[in-house]
């Protein structure tokens, strides 16, 4: 089920200032509030022209030990590197939509936490815009594995949960465990502080190969035996809240939230991602993600053609929730006979406007091409206005039921039909899906 929720972005700009851990270079971020609908736009205002990319969009480079994103068309020059602290802050904290301008290649690293981030972003403020955030629910178990880590999401309909062992036997510390509700909350107190990490041996031949230039043992915890060299542990399992921290991060990514339990022993950005390229395909085939259907789309989804095609495109779908266009234009034939010197949408095309709108949304969900909707009962039939030539009907329908829930065969809407802001007619329609013959 698609939770409505408003987008947010930040009430007022924020700046951070520090040296990148592995580029060890200054670098300077400025977040900015970005329209409805941006995302989180980063920006390299240290290269000609400022080239700048939605971070959804981006192309994961597997860096190792960091999350770096690339953008295609501009390789060679423009990358950003260690995200996850930042955008870790930004989901958690429940920021959608964010210009960050930067003049390096690497974010910097502050303490190696995100403590600073996420307080910068709780004493900005947000506030809310008018658009919709995208949030799903897993509806299916997705994994993925190696022969060092495994992750896995299952559904769980309570928001994002994650769960994370880490068990490295070249470590003297005792195997970590920590699980959290990921909530803004919680991020602040519980995962925001916990800061990055590496064996010595490991800091030894990062520095050795070029990496590394800015870490030190007060901005990253470097672990000798059982313990970080000239500094301390904030939680007796601060590493396995990092990593919690890293995957928050990585599942920017996705460029919306799923509601989900993560599971992970000994992931890294690699499987990290390797994750977040399952879930996105998995909700794509439970037709779970989807924007828009065109008016071809559309003829490929219901036998229905003209004159009797009522619904023109569709403009928003979720799992519950679709909104439908019919632009009513003074050609219509219906208009010949009904009425010609008083032109008026008869009542019962409205409705056949929602039973297609509806009838849409559950054969998108159930990609079984032999099948089409069928109506069966039509209850609770309002019409309030007329819909006359030039109007354009927003056709609204929520699902009230839907069996089975992973690919539905029948079910039951709440259909609407708009001009303007003004409810014209409205309808309870049940339909089921049946066999072409």
Do not use: W
Request: aromatic content about 6%; overall charge negative; proline content about 5%.
């Amino acid at each position: 089920m698609t939770v409505s929720v408003k987008q947010k972005t930040l009430a007022t700009e924020v700046k951070l200032k520090g040296i990148g851990l592995h580029s060890g270079e200054m670098c300077e971020v400025v977040l900015k509030p970005a329209p409805v609908n941006s995302g989180i736009i980063l920006k390299r205002v240290d290269l000609s022209d400022s080239p700048e990319i939605i971070l959804a969009d981006g192309r994961f480079v597997n860096k190792g030990r960091r999350t770096a994103m690339q953008n295609d068309s501009m390789a060679s020059i423009f990358e950003v590197e260690t995200t996850e602290h930042l955008c870790a802050a930004f989901k958690a904290m429940e920021v959608d939509n964010v210009i960050v301008e930067i003049d390096s290649p690497e974010l910097p690293g502050l303490d190696g936490s995100s403590k600073e981030q996420a307080n910068a972003i709780k004493e900005s403020g947000l506030v809310e815009q008018m658009g919709e955030k995208k949030i799903y629910n897993l509806v299916k178990e997705v994994s993925y594995s190696n022969e060092n880590a495994s992750i896995i999401a299952i559904p769980y309909d309570k928001g994002l949960k994650i769960s994370y062992t880490l068990d490295y036997p070249e470590m003297d510390c005792s195997p970590q465990y920590y699980s959290v509700d990921v909530t803004p909350e919680t991020f602040l107190t519980e995962i925001a502080p916990a800061r990055t990490f590496c064996l010595k041996v490991e800091a030894e031949k990062l520095q050795l190969a070029g990496f590394g230039k800015g870490a030190n043992t007060t901005n990253t915890l470097v672990i000798d035996g059982d313990s970080p060299i000239e500094n301390k542990f904030r939680f007796e399992n601060e590493l396995a809240r990092h990593k919690i921290l890293d995957l928050i991060g990585d599942l920017s990514l996705l460029g919306f939230d799923v509601n989900m339990h993560i599971i992970a022993n000994k992931s890294g950005h690699f499987e990290n991602n390797q994750l977040i390229n399952k879930i996105k395909k998995s909700l794509k085939d439970q037709m779970e993600v989807f924007d828009t259907l065109s008016y071809e789309q559309i003829k490929k989804l219901i036998p229905h053609r003209y004159p009797f095609l009522l619904v023109d495109k569709i403009i928003e779908m979720s799992d519950d929730k679709i909104i439908g266009i019919k632009s009513v234009t003074g050609n219509e034939p219906f208009f010949q006979g009904h009425f010609p010197e008083s032109a008026v949408m008869p009542g019962v095309l409205q409705i056949e406007a929602m039973a297609q709108t509806a009838g849409l949304l559950f054969r998108v969900k159930n990609q079984d091409e032999s099948l089409i909707p069928f109506l069966l009962t039509v209850d609770g039939v309002k019409l309030r206005k007329q819909v006359i030539p030039g109007d354009q009907l927003r056709i609204v329908g929520d699902v009230i039921s839907m069996k089975p829930k992973d690919k539905p065969t029948k079910g039951k809407v709440h259909a609407r039909c708009y001009v303007g802001d003004k409810l014209v007619s409205e309808a309870v329609i049940k339909f089921i899906l049946v066999k072409r013959k």
